[in-house]
């Protein structure tokens, strides 16, 4: 169970300020989704949370421990980090893409352990990918691209999940097992974080939503707490029809405003 923790976090890309002294706590045994308009800077939060992008100011910090003062090795067990419309470069069978998800353990694909096999032959069962385990991944479509490489994030079992667009790429069928997959991970204890652009997936099955504007924080809390009506027309500068069904919190972008935020 972890707990990840930015504090006054600022990164400069190039000379750009994509973040602004962000303060957010994101709690383990929850789905947390970022949203936001293009280039609000999200897929760049996400890469400070995994430690991947220094900061000019502030910190990230694993249960106490800044992300970026540990060891590599440590810091791939215990934050997986899937990126943004991710490609695969080799054409090595599927069940051995998801392998390489045990490389932070020290096992390759040929040299799985037993809990390694059982990581990989869960992840692949959880994303859907058993019916063509033995194809050249470089041979795949988008979206089966896209599980292939969420598969390898989650063999990994590492108790902190990024996730840059995960169903993206999805048919709507795959787009809700992937959603319950990453929402059933959280319910087990790991701490999940998702981009995504979809707010009314976002609505159905978030924990807890950060809106990130301009490089800051807009909004933090339940959809219900967020997903308000004058936040989506201040954040997104849409009007957006929000209520409240048995199913849960129903968003629905309706237009465009006519100036944008
Ligand atoms: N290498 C770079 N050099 C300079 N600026 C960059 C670089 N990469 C991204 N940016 C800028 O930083 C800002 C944040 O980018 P980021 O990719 O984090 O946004 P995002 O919210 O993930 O966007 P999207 O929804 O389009 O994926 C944007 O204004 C972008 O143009």
Known sequence: M?????????????????????????????????????????TTLLRALAGLVAPVGGDVTLDGEPVRWMRTSERARSIAYLPQGGTIAWPLPVRNVVALGRLPHGE????????????VAEAMAAADVTGFEDRPATELSGGERARVLLARALATKAPVLLVDEPVAALDPRHELTVLQVLKAHAAAGANVVAIMHNLTLAARFADDIVVLDRGRIGAHGTPE????????????????HVSREAGGLVVVAENPLAEAP
């Open 2 to 42: 972890k707990r990840l923790v930015a504090t006054s976090l600022t990164v400069d890309l190039g000379r750009r300020r994509a973040l602004a002294t962000v303060d957010l706590t994101l709690e383990p045994g929850r789905l947390t989704v970022i949203v936001g308009p293009n280039g609000a800077g999200k």
């Open 225 to 240: 707490d967020v997903f308000t009506e004058a936040q989506l027309a201040a954040s997104f500068g849409i009007s957006a």
């Open 108 to 119: 390759r694909p040929d040299s799985l352990s037993d809990s390694g096999r059982k990581a």
